[in-house]
């Protein structure tokens, strides 16, 4: 398997003469190459506890960098910009500019636990993805993600009611993201089962939407998982230093 | 064939409801046919899937644990199968987390008594998959015995998926050499679907991701790594991806269609729970097995291959 190298010389740092000539000497092109110096200061020493306080982050300090998470993982193999190694070391070093110009790729890990299940260390790199996105949306730098909306609509469902209904969650999340719930690939699927679905089946699967589907006696369950949620969340946010009143 | 896992709890959870309605029939009526019980847990509730866990991994756990309490004190089964990856998961999760991590316990036990049930407690059920519990109860033999449509001429892949094998940690029975399961080639289903007389094609990507957390919040990214899958299993001569979970299944069959749609690339697999495919081995017809209700329609390949 290769190993996914990072460079940390970007384009914009690097100056090239075409054309220059120091003391007679040509040094054009190449010979001229020069990296700007780089000057970091702006450190954020508490940025490895921050991260290690949300959910999914408490082994990060475990990471001794060795790239298995980022050589089996999924979406970089789609994108070698997404870096779970990379961000964990930048995360341990509290360099959080750099991080963030990667923000908008923090919420795309898809859960597939090839990290976990490859890391030597035990640092549940999947659950640091996680907590990586929830730190960048509870200190304003990103939205609500697409994913932390499912997340938020999938959640709630439960605690409501015990189950969920996977009609309610389609729409409940196309109407929290703002998309239109007529999808023309969403609605070819329904109608390729409504060809060799019997009528009376169509009926009942349509009605199941119509009436959730329940735990009985769900209630006490809510309340304690209300309770706890909330106590969660003012840690938190405590760990961020934010206010702990205004919520999500 | 033994005596073990004749009489499982069946925890079917939400897609089993839903999408995954063809999952659930099938695994009833293949259970039906060989004799074996399922007695479904009273009450339960959704696992949280992949998704509770990033809002809080112990409420997620809480989920899975009041599921297993159940089992526990009210039905006095000591083993409770999940045809489900995602549910299967949660509940091995809650099981390792209890018994590893103080602070589970703790969450568990505190949420169990305010919400007025027992707490779950590490090492009162075991949790086992439809694949395990098939496997053991039945067995390769047991197949072979009983087979009435034998699946000779039809070319499988058999897909895994992420959950039934990540993270390892999780999974303690698994790589323990011998027949045990393997978290990096998983055979159970490869076993049981070749004792049914299919022929099983070497597929690389039985454990790779579709996506599935991410279908609806990524759909290009869940695209690309379901058109993947399918090409692959095209190249390696399937005619049927075989399936042993609800999400992976209705993931490969919404975005195939949706490859199709969309950016206009056609592939050709069906996609088949592993229990529809050996109740037609077993004799059970399609309706039966509830393959009308895959959005996949496979009905043709079967009329051909002599299965419907
Ligand atoms: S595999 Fe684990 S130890 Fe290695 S770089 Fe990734 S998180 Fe760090
Ligand atoms: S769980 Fe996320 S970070 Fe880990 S390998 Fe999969 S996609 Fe990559």
């Given at each position: 398997?290769?190993?996914?190298?990072?460079?940390?010389?970007?384009?914009?740092?690097?100056?090239?003469?075409?054309?220059?000539?120091i003391?007679?000497?040509?040094?054009?092109?190449?010979?001229s190459?020069?990296?700007?110096?780089r000057?970091?200061?702006?450190?954020?020493e508490?940025?490895?506890?921050?991260?290690?306080?949300l959910?999914?982050?408490?082994?990060?300090?475990?990471?001794?960098?060795?790239?298995?998470?980022?050589?089996?993982?999924?979406?970089?193999?789609?994108?070698?910009?997404?870096?779970?190694?990379?961000?964990?070391?930048?995360?341990?070093?509290?360099?959080?500019?750099?991080?963030?110009?990667?923000?908008?790729l923090?919420?795309?890990?898809?859960?597939?636990?090839?990290?976990?299940?490859?890391?030597?260390?035990?640092?549940?790199?999947?659950?640091?993805?996680?907590?990586?996105?929830?730190?960048?949306?509870?200190?304003?730098?990103?939205g609500?993600?697409?994913?932390?909306?499912?997340?938020?609509?999938?959640?709630?469902?439960?605690?409501?009611?015990?189950?969920?209904?996977?009609?309610?969650?389609?729409?409940?999340?196309?109407?929290?993201?703002?998309?239109?719930?007529?999808?023309?690939?969403?609605?070819?699927?329904?109608?390729?089962?409504?060809?060799?679905?019997?009528?009376?089946?169509?009926?009942?699967?349509?009605?199941?939407?119509?009436?959730r589907?329940?735990?009985?006696?769900w209630?006490?369950?809510?309340?304690?998982?209300?309770?706890?949620?909330?106590?969660?969340?003012?840690?938190?946010?405590?760990?961020?230093n934010?206010?702990?009143?205004?919520?999500? | 064939?033994?005596?073990?896992?004749k009489?499982?709890?069946?925890?079917p959870?939400?897609?089993?409801e839903?999408?995954?309605?063809?999952?659930?029939?099938?695994?009833?009526?293949?259970?039906?046919?060989?004799?074996?019980?399922?007695?479904?847990?009273?009450n339960?509730?959704?696992?949280?899937?992949?998704?509770?866990?990033?809002?809080?991994?112990?409420?997620?756990?809480?989920?899975?644990?009041?599921?297993?309490?159940?089992?526990?004190?009210k039905?006095?089964?000591?083993?409770?199968?999940?045809p489900?990856n995602?549910?299967?998961?949660?509940?091995?999760?809650?099981?390792?987390?209890?018994?590893?991590?103080?602070k589970?316990?703790e969450?568990?036990?505190?949420?169990?008594?305010?919400?007025?049930?027992?707490?779950?407690?590490?090492?009162?059920?075991?949790?086992?998959h439809a694949?395990?519990?098939?496997?053991?109860?039945?067995?390769?033999?047991?197949?072979?015995?009983?087979?009435?449509n034998?699946?000779?001429?039809?070319?499988?892949?058999?897909?895994?998926?992420c959950?039934?094998?990540?993270?390892?940690?999780?999974?303690?029975?698994?790589?323990?050499?011998?027949?045990?399961?393997?978290?990096?080639?998983?055979?159970?289903?490869?076993?049981?679907?070749?004792?049914?007389?299919?022929?099983?094609?070497?597929?690389?990507l039985?454990?790779a991701?579709?996506g599935?957390?991410?279908?609806?919040?990524?759909?290009?990214?869940?695209?690309?790594?379901?058109?993947?899958?399918?090409?692959t299993?095209?190249?390696?001569?399937?005619?049927?991806?075989?399936?042993?979970?609800?999400?992976?299944?209705?993931?490969?069959?919404?975005h195939?269609?949706?490859?199709?749609?969309?950016?206009?690339?056609?592939t050709?697999?069906?996609m088949?729970?592993?229990?529809?495919?050996?109740?037609?081995?077993?004799?059970?017809?399609?309706?039966?097995?509830?393959?009308?209700?895959?959005?996949?329609?496979?009905?043709?390949l079967?009329?051909?291959?002599?299965?419907?």
């Amino acid at each position: 398997m290769p190993i996914h190298e990072k460079s940390l010389i970007r384009p914009e740092d690097l100056t090239e003469h075409e054309k220059l000539e120091i003391d007679g000497v040509d040094v054009s092109g190449h010979w001229s190459t020069f990296i700007e110096t780089r000057v970091v200061s702006d450190y954020n020493e508490r940025m490895e506890e921050e991260i290690a306080a949300l959910p999914g982050g408490e082994y990060i300090h475990r990471c001794f960098q060795c790239s298995s998470c980022t050589n089996v993982c999924t979406v970089n193999s789609l994108n070698p910009d997404f870096n779970p190694r990379y961000w964990i070391y930048l995360a341990r070093m509290g360099f959080e500019k750099e991080l963030l110009r990667d923000k908008e790729l923090l919420w795309q890990c898809v859960s597939c636990h090839k990290c976990t299940h490859a890391c030597p260390r035990d640092v549940v790199p999947e659950g640091v993805m996680k907590a990586m996105a929830t730190w960048a949306e509870l200190k304003g730098h990103t939205g609500v993600s697409p994913s932390a909306a499912f997340d938020a609509e999938f959640t709630e469902q439960i605690v409501a009611t015990g189950k969920i209904e996977e009609g309610r969650i389609i729409r409940g999340f196309f109407k929290r993201t703002g998309q239109p719930l007529r999808q023309p690939w969403l609605l070819e699927m329904s109608l390729r089962l409504a060809r060799h679905l019997p009528i009376l089946m169509g009926l009942k699967m349509m009605l199941a939407t119509l009436f959730r589907p329940r735990t009985r006696d769900w209630g006490k369950s809510e309340a304690a998982i209300t309770e706890y949620l909330a106590e969660r969340e003012t840690a938190n946010r405590r760990a961020l230093n934010l206010d702990e009143t205004a919520g999500r | 064939m033994s005596d073990k896992y004749k009489t499982v709890a069946y925890y079917p959870g939400c897609a089993l409801e839903g999408t995954g309605h063809g999952y659930n029939r099938s695994t009833k009526a293949v259970a039906r046919k060989l004799g074996l019980n399922l007695v479904e847990v009273p009450n339960w509730n959704c696992c949280g899937a992949m998704e509770v866990k990033n809002i809080d991994p112990e409420i997620q756990n809480y989920l899975s644990a009041r599921n297993l309490s159940i089992v526990a004190e009210k039905m006095s089964i000591d083993t409770v199968m999940a045809p489900c990856n995602g549910c299967y998961h949660n509940l091995k999760k809650v099981e390792h987390d209890i018994a590893e991590k103080p602070k589970t316990q703790e969450v568990v036990d505190r949420l169990s008594q305010k919400a007025g049930h027992a707490s779950y407690q590490a090492g009162e059920v075991e949790t086992i998959h439809a694949l395990d519990w098939l496997k053991e109860a039945i067995g390769e033999d047991g197949i072979r015995e009983r087979v009435k449509n034998s699946l000779k001429g039809l070319k499988i892949a058999n897909y895994y998926g992420c959950m039934y094998t990540r993270p390892r940690n999780i999974f303690p029975e698994k790589d323990q050499g011998g027949d045990s399961e393997s978290t990096y080639q998983p055979h159970y289903m490869d076993d049981l679907l070749r004792a049914a007389g299919a022929e099983i094609v070497d597929y690389p990507l039985k454990t790779a991701c579709c996506g599935g957390a991410h279908t609806l919040a990524d759909s290009d990214t869940s695209t690309k790594l379901v058109l993947n899958l399918l090409q692959t299993a095209e190249a390696c001569g399937a005619d049927v991806i075989a399936t042993e979970c609800p999400t992976c299944h209705s993931g490969l069959e919404m975005h195939q269609v949706r490859a199709e749609t969309e950016f206009g690339i056609k592939t050709s697999p069906k996609m088949l729970y592993f229990t529809q495919l050996l109740g037609l081995a077993l004799g059970l017809s399609r309706r039966k097995l509830g393959i009308h209700e895959n959005v996949s329609d496979a009905k043709e390949l079967l009329k051909q291959k002599g299965l419907a």
